[in-house]
């Protein structure tokens, strides 16, 4: 009776050890509740989208100082030395920082891209960051500082670009079209976007910053001599602007209401409501 009793506590002891132990490795190995692991995301292109989301706070806009680094502007206190001539080397620039911060998030989305399964389903928020990664290298970089360094994918240790010489400007504006170019194969029309995702960027929107990107950088060679160069660039930002103009996605900013006025208040009105009868100098 004695050996019945001491095998069955034995097998009772075991057992209750077994079952704290598995209950203490589950204890232990629970997912955080406050943050998405890297390891749990990535699965769905809803959160490819959630992704993408954070790079249109890259843009510039009223609401924050993106874009500082555009050189020559004598708009503002802190960028008035420049077109003076008189700005100073400093210790640490926040918009070289920034800009290669934003690019490690895009690069990040783009390499989780590359393995998911379903290439048709995320196309549009690969489309969108390659758009932002080009306007970033644009706007923070290649209108303050010509040709930097090109990082092209996320970086480890032992990657070459930690220790690379800055590319040429040829390059970095080949690399900045590039992404434009990319990017406007895959992004929607205006008129397809639907009403919840207003503001997301088109391949209109797209072409017209391409665009953009041409005219100043065809300006800046013709002006140095660079004919050929200036022509092809040129060239290239008539094409992209004359697509946004036959693809008739757009209308021009006009009201009734506003009449000779309309372009003041373009620029002012965050959500315009053309009301017959408004008046638009701050009373209803």
């Known amino acids: 009776m004695k050996k019945i009793l001491t095998k069955y506590i034995t097998a009772f002891l075991a057992g209750s050890a077994m079952f704290i132990g598995q209950a203490c490795n589950d204890s232990l190995d629970l997912k955080p509740l406050d943050q998405v692991s890297d390891a749990s995301y990535w699965k769905s292109s809803s959160e490819f989208k959630l ?17 500082d680094g555009h050189a020559g502007s004598d708009l503002g206190a802190d960028r008035g030395a420049i077109a003076r001539g008189t700005n100073t080397v400093i210790a640490v620039d926040n918009n070289y920082n920034d800009a290669y911060k934003w690019i490690r998030n895009i690069n990040y989305l783009l390499a ?3 393995s998911y399964s379903k290439q048709d389903e995320i196309k549009t928020y690969v489309a969108e960051a390659k758009f932002f990664r080009g306007y970033v290298y644009f706007d923070k970089l290649l209108t303050s500082y010509g040709g930097v360094i090109l990082v092209k994918d996320v970086l480890t240790p032992e990657s070459a670009e930690l220790i690379a010489k800055r590319s040429t400007r040829d390059e970095t504006i080949d690399f900045i079209i590039s992404d434009l170019e990319a990017a406007i194969q895959d992004l929607p029309l205006e008129n397809a976007i639907l009403a919840n995702d207003k503001g997301r960027i088109s391949k209109q929107a797209a072409q017209a910053f391409l665009g953009r990107v041409c005219l100043y950088e065809g300006t800046w060679q013709k002006f140095r001599g660079n004919t050929s160069r200036a022509t092809t660039l040129l060239d290239k930002s008539v094409s992209n602007s004359n697509s946004v103009i036959i693809a008739n996605q757009y209308s021009l900013f006009k009201p ?12 002012i009105l965050e959500k315009p409501e053309i009301k017959s009868g408004r008046n638009y100098e701050g009373s209803e």
């Open 51 to 67: 992704a993408a989301n954070a790079f249109y706070g890259y843009l510039r806009s009223f609401d924050n100082g993106n874009g």
């Open 112 to 114: 989780k891209a590359k």
């Open 256 to 267: 009734t209401a506003l009449g000779d006025s309309a372009l003041k208040y373009l620029f």
